[in-house]
């Protein structure tokens, strides 16, 4: 297994830009997709983005153009930068592994998840 924590969220006015960070604990990080998911009050929690071992990107409709996902596997650590941010991206935001198989951008193939931390952006 391994343990991911999340750092970074905070309060942003719109228009501003946040980084997030994603420590994983333990060998089972390398050479795993790794993911964002977000989820707002009331809502789903929806993909936003991940990256493969390999590096190869995929983004939601939402968010592609202003977020940017990279990895950094010296330091078992993930990134999401995410710029122009907008009230819509309020949501708690949450590191993943996908362990499993099928599309990147469903939860279901994701099995091990850190506990979320909150951005919140202001008009």
């Known amino acids: 297994q391994v343990e991911l924590v999340e750092f970074g969220g905070g309060l942003v006015q719109a228009g501003g830009s946040l980084t997030l960070s994603c420590a994983a604990s333990?060998?089972?990080?390398?050479?795993?997709?790794m993911g964002w998911f977000r989820q707002a009050p009331g809502k789903e929690r929806e993909f936003v983005a991940s990256i493969m071992w390999i590096s190869s990107t995929y983004y939601s409709d939402s968010v592609k153009g202003r977020f940017v996902i990279s990895r950094d596997d010296a330091k078992n650590t993930v990134y999401l930068r995410m710029n122009s941010l907008k009230p819509e991206d309020t949501a708690v935001y949450y590191c993943a592994r996908r362990g499993g198989s099928g599309s990147v951008y469903r939860r279901d193939g994701y099995d091990s998840w850190g506990q979320g931390t909150q951005v919140t952006v202001s008009s």
């Open positions: 333990g060998r089972a990080y390398s050479g795993y997709t």
